[in-house]
């Protein structure tokens, strides 16, 4: 009897086109990345809030709600000066995300970090995963090698934004592009914008 093992999707697709994003579904690819710019008065406004005052959240959105989500998570920190243009890029962000992901709802995260949370190489444990950096370092990634570490390694620049395979992604290649957290020694504090599918969607 011969064994066939699942094939590995290893591909990286990149570019300034946010078609890209609709890539990840394409045989062989496990992240497609976006190539974008933050508005330069969000990144201003960022810079100049101290780490206490850099909005955190954890909530289920629509695209329709998601602004207004953001408003909240910044009034709750007195980060009033970034809450527009961030709830701006974070609703358009949201659109992108419920098609790739085929998801009306999302699980939308704000992540303030300092240091390294996740150190270990992975992938995670959803179907597919959006990740931006809209603060300080960004995550790093890279296909995975015969010895299950990345071949090779690369960081996403800030604004950028990926959307990996996950390990419950709906095909029979396996998901092959790890990533992780960066390291203390790249620079903080970070604010990660993090956005999952829900399957139960339920209502929001």
């Known amino acids: ?3 066939v093992l699942p094939r590995l999707a290893t591909g990286i697709n990149s570019s300034t086109d946010p078609s890209v994003l609709q890539t990840l579904g394409s045989e062989g690819v496990s992240l497609a990345l976006w190539q974008r710019t933050l508005p330069e008065q969000l ?6 809030l101290p780490v206490e005052r850099l909005p955190q959240l954890r909530r289920r959105v629509t695209v329709r709600n998601a602004a207004t989500a953001i408003h909240s998570a ?10 527009t243009l961030l709830a701006d890029v974070v609703k358009d962000l949201s659109a992108h995300a419920v098609r790739v992901l085929a998801s009306p709802v999302l699980q939308l995260r704000l992540d303030v970090t300092d240091g390294q949370p996740c150190p270990n190489w ?5 179907p597919g995963r959006m990740l ?3 603060r300080g370092p960004g995550t790093e990634f890279g296909p995975i090698g015969p010895d299950g570490a990345p071949k090779t390694i690369q960081r996403m620049p800030r604004g950028w934004v990926g959307v990996f395979r996950g390990a419950l992604w709906p095909a029979r290649e396996l998901a092959a592009v790890l990533h992780r ?5 790249a620079g903080g504090p970070r604010l990660l914008l993090v956005i999952d599918p829900v399957d139960d969607a339920g209502t929001c």
Do not use: K, N, Q, Y
């Not at 990144?43 to 100049?48: K, P, R, S, T, Y």
């Open 1 to 3: 009897m011969t064994t």
């Open 43 to 48: 990144i201003v406004a960022l810079d100049e």
């Open 74 to 83: 910044c009034d709750e920190v007195g980060a009033g000066s970034c809450a």
């Open 122 to 126: 992975h992938v995670d444990a959803v």
């Open 132 to 134: 931006c950096t809209l």
């Open 181 to 185: 957290s960066p390291p203390r020694e």
